[in-house]
């Protein structure tokens, strides 16, 4: 029953208040608006589009595209509801070739935040700039402008102080934005996207049309060429294309599993799932791959006017689409490892571990060579005691256990050795070696963005820096175990692969991080020869350590073959 104090006559709202309702439901944080306004850059055509931030989006989100521009008789028009260019009828709704539709997202970000528009088609000769506050029109007027359309959206949320409670750190919302525009990057890879934040460029895509091109651009130039292409074709019209991580790539969460239908990035938890079953056993438990699916398929097949964000969308044939996503993945993922299927996804739990956990089944087809007690061992066994027997394919170390054979990723192994040794000795250990001569650096923003976030703890391993004009630093000290090699080089490497992490600042500490990209540098890499006496060593030093069976990065530094597996392989059981 309610509360009869609560019962007042029943009256429309006055519109200041449906328009902040409405509002709250596509404007939820500082992404959501950069989402709407790159979706209408794109509706636009806008062939470079830029997106330039501060404060995490709360001070200021600006977005400048050289689209179609909005007709001068028309600006007021698109800050109001439900008005749009890009549908006509009812009929329409059943095939939506636009990301927009809803006509909302200009109405419902200016009722909740300083909004001025500077636009102009290509064919007039003047712009238009239309300033609306709060929802309430305070300029329109004549003005110089290029072609194309810019948008400044200033004081998120002024008006909102319940919103505004809500908001995470700038770093964080920062992320979030970073997320939308490299996904948008990925789908429009003909585009050219840019993300300035605090006057640093953050990220950066090419527009040649070539999705590895984004890739690249998104995760660095390793992990995008490591990256496995999937392409299948399925009912109904559909047809999926895209890359997925190999087995030996993963993450500790779902940020990098991402989808998109007919371009427009969506989110959808039966598509994730399917993912995640087909991953089943070639994964450790707890981590997730990297996958990028793009789904197209006939506009009607999909109905994308589900919820106000347009990220949910509900598939006619959803069990297809599904089935479609499951098994392409798993497909691709079976092909890339005949001969080491037996053992490539086999996490056996070590000598003295009890019984091997089984695994759940996955839905779908399995190969028949699946191990059927693939499971993880917890992170912090020790080792038992191993004899170093040789080297394969110049990567990995083999050596014997008590419980079978054991293959150690040299360049892993040596990456945990390096990680403990650097935290554990900080302290007492010279923490910086000069050099002879101090170098200038040239950083590209990305790397300069890195920098600015990461320098305390880069001076703090060891890291000695100082500025030198525009985007050139002095580095006068290394840490001690970088001295050897191109001290230069190794700087931009690893802050590269800082800058990398941009999208995910809660993963991880920065301070591990910094470590550990200092540590992959050090580590002997894959390929290197190493004498038995050199993995003596290192065998020695990993069974030191406190997490000997997994690398910094959270990656395996073995597995193991356990002497039963051998024994059944070779049908000598029984
Ligand atoms: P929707 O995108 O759903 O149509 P919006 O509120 O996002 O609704 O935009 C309203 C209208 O304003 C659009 O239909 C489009 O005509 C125009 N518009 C908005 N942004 C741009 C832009 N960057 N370039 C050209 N036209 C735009
Ligand atoms: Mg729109």
């Known amino acids: 029953m309610m509360d009869a104090e609560f ?210 651009a998104v995760l660095g130039v390793e992990e995008a060429e490591a990256l496995l292409p999937v392409e299948a074709e399925g009912e109904h019209g559909a047809r999926l294309v895209g890359f997925l991580s190999p087995p030996s790539l993963h993450r500790a969460s779902r940020a990098d599993i991402a989808f998109f239908v007919n371009r427009r990035w969506i989110q959808d938890r039966s598509l994730s799932a399917a993912v995640s079953q087909a991953y089943h056993t070639f994964l450790p438990v707890g981590r997730f791959p990297v996958a990028f699916l793009f789904l197209e398929m006939p506009p009607s097949e999909v109905d994308v006017n589900v919820h106000p964000t347009k990220r949910e969308v509900r598939f006619r044939h959803g069990q297809a689409v599904f089935s479609l996503v499951q098994a392409a993945v798993r497909k691709v993922l079976t092909a890339q490892a005949p001969v080491a299927a037996p053992f490539a996804p086999a996490w056996i739990p070590p000598h003295g571990h009890g019984a091997p956990t089984p695994a759940a089944p996955p839905a779908g087809p399995q190969p028949s060579s699946m191990p059927s007690t693939a499971a993880l061992w917890p992170d912090t066994a020790s080792l038992p005691p191993l004899r170093v027997v040789g080297q394969v394919a110049l990567t990995y170390i083999v050596a014997e256990g008590p419980d079978g054979l054991y293959l150690i990723d040299q360049h892993a192994a040596h990456e945990r050795v390096l990680y403990e040794e650097l935290t554990a000795e900080r302290a007492d250990a010279p923490p910086s070696q000069a050099l002879l001569h101090p170098l200038p650096v040239r950083l590209t923003p990305r790397q300069a963005a890195a920098l600015g976030e990461h320098v305390e703890h880069l001076r703090r391993y060891g890291f000695d820096l100082e500025p030198f004009g525009g985007d050139t630093w002095l580095l006068r000290g290394v840490p001690p175990m970088l001295h050897r090699g191109d001290p230069a080089r190794a700087l931009g490497d690893i802050l590269d692969e800082l800058a990398e992490g941009t999208a995910r600042p809660l993963e991880d500490s920065r301070e591990a991080r910094v470590v550990a990209s200092i540590c992959k540098q050090v580590a002997v890499k894959a390929g290197q020869a190493l004498s038995l006496e050199e993995m003596r060593e290192l065998v020695h030093r990993l069974e030191r350590t406190r997490s000997p069976r997994t690398c910094p990065h959270g990656r395996p530094t073995m597995i193991l073959i356990q002497a039963a597996l051998l024994a059944r392989q070779f049908g000598r059981e029984g």
């Open 7 to 216: 019962r007042r006559p029943i009256q429309i709202l006055p519109p200041e208040v449906a328009s902040k309702i409405a509002a709250g439901e596509v404007v939820e944080r500082p992404a959501s608006v950069v989402k709407e306004l790159v979706e209408n850059a794109l509706d636009a055509g806008a062939t470079d589009i830029r997106v330039e931030i501060r404060q995490g989006g709360r001070r200021l989100i600006q977005v400048a595209d050289n689209g179609c521009g909005i007709p001068a008789d028309e600006v007021e028009l698109a800050f109001a509801r439900h008005a749009t260019s890009k549908l006509r009828d009812v009929q329409d709704l059943e095939r939506i070739a636009s990301l927009g539709f809803r006509g909302e997202a200009l109405a419902s970000i200016a009722a909740v935040a300083h909004v001025t528009l500077l636009t102009r088609p290509p064919e007039e000769m003047v712009a238009r700039r239309v300033r609306v506050e709060g929802g309430r029109l305070v300029e329109n007027r004549p003005a110089a402008a290029p072609a194309g359309t810019l948008v400044t959206v200033e004081h998120l949320f002024y008006n909102v102080p319940a919103r505004q409670k809500f908001l995470r750190q700038p770093a964080t919302e920062t992320a979030y934005i970073h997320e939308v525009v490299t996904r948008y990057a990925l789908a429009y890879p003909e585009r050219r996207f840019e993300l300035v934040s605090e006057g640093r460029s953050l990220f950066l895509s090419p527009g040649s049309g070539e999705l590895r091109d984004v890739l690249a």
